[in-house]
T-cell receptor, first 114, second 110 residues
Framework: DAGVIQSPRHEVTEMGQEVTLRCKPI?????LFWYRQTMMRGLELLIYFNNNVPIDDSGMPEDRFSAKMPNASFSTLKIQPSEPRDSAVYFC????????????FGSGTQLSVL | DQQVKQNSPSLSVQEGRISILNCDYTNSMFDYFLWYKKYPAEGPTFLISISSIKDKNEDGRFTVFLNKSAKHLSLHIVPSQPGDSAVYFC?????????FGAGTTVTVRA
């Protein structure tokens, strides 16, 4: 089992550019979560998918953020246009359970927006 | 509006001694609590959990205590080892959501 795979590991971009983060959940897991980690707020839930359908996107900070899950093995989180305050570590996590209390996290994408 | 709060951002403890990490929550409807451990450049990993119908759960060196009347839980690590140096996140589970605290960085001194 390869675990949750995220790419890229690091992303440095300039303000105004589009950023796309990618995630491959663990095979067989039907719940997928995107989290953002910052020093001030810790781990914040951005969006939750169940069976590829977005269930709750209330944590998505602004319209600049969007997420998709076209199939059970792939999800993207896009920021367009990016801003310096978006700099953070973005984690993808998956779970086999509908509720997902025991999440399996990827290694994260360290995003720096200059 | 953080529903789970870890008020101590850091903790330093000597190897062999007990580490006690604290967590407070606001919603009495939370029915499941978890602790996750995170090393640098890695994602958080599940450590231990407790259901709201229990007040204690033990797994080896790790014990979680739940005080529902105080809306407080704690994680005890005994004895602390150098490999325990990491960031620890407290999390509450309600419905489908996990709400995390800001984390406590534990440093175990040799």
């Amino acid at each position: 089992d390869a675990g949750v795979i995220q790419s890229p590991r690091h992303e440095v971009t300039e303000m105004g550019q589009e950023v796309t983060l990618r995630c491959k959940p663990i095979s067989g897991h039907n719940s997928l979560f995107w989290y953002r980690q910052t020093m001030m707020r810790g781990l914040e839930l951005l969006i939750y998918f169940n069976n590829n359908v977005p269930i709750d996107d209330s944590g998505m900070p602004e319209d600049r953020f969007s997420a998709k899950m076209p199939n059970a093995s792939f999800s993207t989180l896009k920021i367009q246009p990016s801003e310096p305050r978006d700099s953070a570590v973005y984690f993808c996590a998956s779970s086999r359970l509908p509720g997902g209390e025991k999440l399996f996290f990827g290694s994260g994408t360290q995003l720096s927006v200059l | 509006d953080q529903q789970v709060k870890q008020n101590s951002p850091s903790l330093s403890v000597q190897e062999g001694r007990i580490s006690i990490l604290n967590c407070d929550y606001t919603n009495s409807m939370f029915d499941y609590f978890l602790w996750y451990k995170k090393y640098p450049a890695e994602g958080p990993t599940f450590l231990i959990s407790i259901s709201s119908i229990k007040d204690k759960n033990e797994d080896g060196r790790f014990t979680v205590f739940l005080n529902k009347s105080a809306k407080h839980l704690s994680l005890h690590i005994v004895p602390s080892q150098p490999g325990d140096s990491a960031v620890y996140f407290c999390a509450s589970y309600n419905d489908y959501k996990l709400s995390f605290g800001a984390g406590t960085t534990v440093t175990v001194r040799a």
